[in-house]
């Protein structure tokens, strides 16, 4: 009986130790889940949190050089893209007023001086004498012996009183209390009317006599009639260098020596310009700035001229000078005609641009009407003087029916001519028969002419330059 109930305990005994076991099992699990737990949760507190640190840079010697790190900044003013200057050089553009002068005589009227007859007291008391306004202070009477330093008779006034007593002061005195203030006839009025500028030379009787050895031109043309035109003007060539002589033995920039002459008897004879031929001048003259018109001719030696030369005349001609050019050869690719043209390029830069003038242009009507350009030698094609047997250039037988110039800011500033007219000037009325002559040059002396009153009367030219001067300085104000 003792065995049967002993039997079923080990089983029990089995299962209280799994138990134990299970415990210590889950407890060590637990213990290294929450071992790892704190270990993964520390790690990612440190891997997410920065630590301060000091940067360092270390680079290799060999072969380099070191550098600084940029750790400094500094603050630099601005890099402008267009430079630019504080103070810049002003430019000034020239503008000039027209006026119209007249000289015109001025009517004046004679005024009869109106004779006042002195009053009857006056008369009387004439044959005393009279003195400063002291007189009657040393006086005080009529004669000597009444001399004396007291005032008996008072001091006398001519015109006013000075105090009570009589009329002139202190009593009548030397006048005998007469007035002699002087009596002004009031019917005399002043009938010049006061005018201003232009007005006011004429009123003065001032012409261009006034101004002939203040200006090198002054020339003036009435509106109403552009057939009357009056002043004077000063002629001068532009002397130029040349390699060689012309073949009728002159120099190039005089090869028609009576071409000037000419033109200058035939504008005197026709209007009242009175033309002095002053000479020549060159590019490098001061003088140069102070012409209004100069006159270039040539005819086969070629331009010579220095750079210092070319800029002088484009200064020139930027100020208001007028060149009229005329080849004399009347060939456009001769030497001449070539190196002149160089030599306007040279002064006037990308300004030289040779513009064919149209038959309306106010050149053609200043003084004659013309429906172009009067014929030159181009059109006659006579034959060319030499002397002494010298060879002449044959010409190319070309007509150039037109005249060219160059503008400067609206206003004609050269007029250059390939046909010839200082050869027409000069030459035709010498032409032998044989050669078909003697050649009528009328026209191509109008057109001179024309030529001179254009240059004078050109809005923005030296001469109107001097026109404006004039009459602001006499400008009334």
Do not use: C
């Not at 007469?178 to 006061?194: C, E, H, K």
């Not at 300004?351 to 038959?359: H, I, T, V």
Request: glycine fraction near 10%; hydrophobic fraction near 35%; charge should be neutral.
């Amino acid at each position: 009986m003792s065995e049967s109930t002993t039997a079923p305990a080990a089983p029990r005994i089995q299962l209280g130790q799994w138990k134990r076991t299970y415990q210590k099992m889950f407890a060590l699990g637990f213990l290294i889940a929450a071992g790892m737990h704190l270990i993964l949760t520390f790690s990612f507190r440190v891997a997410t949190t920065e630590r301060a640190h000091e940067a360092s840079v270390q680079a290799d010697g060999d072969g380099y050089d070191l550098v600084e790190p940029p750790i400094r900044f500094e603050l630099r003013a601005p890099r402008l893209a267009k430079s630019f200057s504080v103070s810049k050089t002003p430019s000034y553009a020239q503008t000039f007023t027209p006026r119209e002068i007249k000289f015109t005589p001025t009517e004046v009227t004679r005024v009869e001086q109106t004779t006042t007859t002195p009053t009857a007291r006056a008369s009387a008391r004439g044959n005393r004498t009279e003195g400063s306004i002291f007189y009657g202070a040393l006086t005080g009477g009529a004669g000597a012996a009444e001399a004396s330093w007291g005032i008996p008779g008072g001091a006398v006034a001519f015109g006013r009183s000075l105090s009570a007593g009589g009329r002139l002061g202190w009593g009548e005195g030397q006048t005998g209390g007469v007035d002699f203030q002087p009596d002004i006839a009031d019917d005399i009025v002043n009938l010049r009317g006061g005018g201003t500028g232009l007005q006011t030379m004429r009123d003065d009787l001032v012409d261009y006599t006034n101004f002939s050895d203040r200006f090198e031109g002054f020339v003036v043309q009435d509106r109403t009639n552009k057939k009357k035109i009056s002043g004077h003007l000063n002629f001068y060539q532009l002397r130029w260098r040349a390699s060689k002589s012309e073949p009728n033995g002159e120099d190039g920039w005089n090869v028609y020596p009576r071409a000037l002459p000419a033109l200058m008897a035939y504008a005197m004879d026709s209007t009242d310009i009175k033309i002095t031929l002053s000479g020549n001048v060159r590019l490098d003259d001061q003088a140069l700035f102070s012409i209004p018109i100069i006159i270039m001719m040539g005819q086969t030696a070629a331009v010579q001229y220095t750079p210092q030369e070319a800029k002088n005349l484009g200064k020139w001609l930027r100020a208001g000078g007028f060149l009229f050019i005329d080849d004399g050869f009347a060939n456009i690719p001769g030497a001449f005609n070539k190196s002149s043209r160089a030599l306007l390029k040279d002064a006037l830069g990308y300004d030289a641009e040779f513009e064919r003038l149209q038959s309306k242009h106010q050149l053609y009507h200043s003084w004659e009407d013309f429906d172009g350009p009067p014929p030159g030698l181009d059109n006659a094609n006579v034959p060319l003087t030499s002397v002494g047997g010298s060879a002449v250039p044959t010409r190319f037988n070309e007509r150039y029916p037109y005249l060219e110039g160059i503008f400067l800011n609206g206003r004609l500033a050269v007029l250059y001519s390939s046909k010839g007219y200082t050869h027409a000037w000069s030459e035709w009325r010498f032409v032998s028969s044989a050669n078909g002559g003697p050649l009528d040059n009328t026209r191509q002396l109008h057109f001179g002419i024309n030529i001179i009153v254009y240059a004078s009367t050109a809005k923005g030219g030296l001469m109107d330059q001097i026109r404006a001067k004039v009459a602001s300085e006499y400008q009334r104000k």
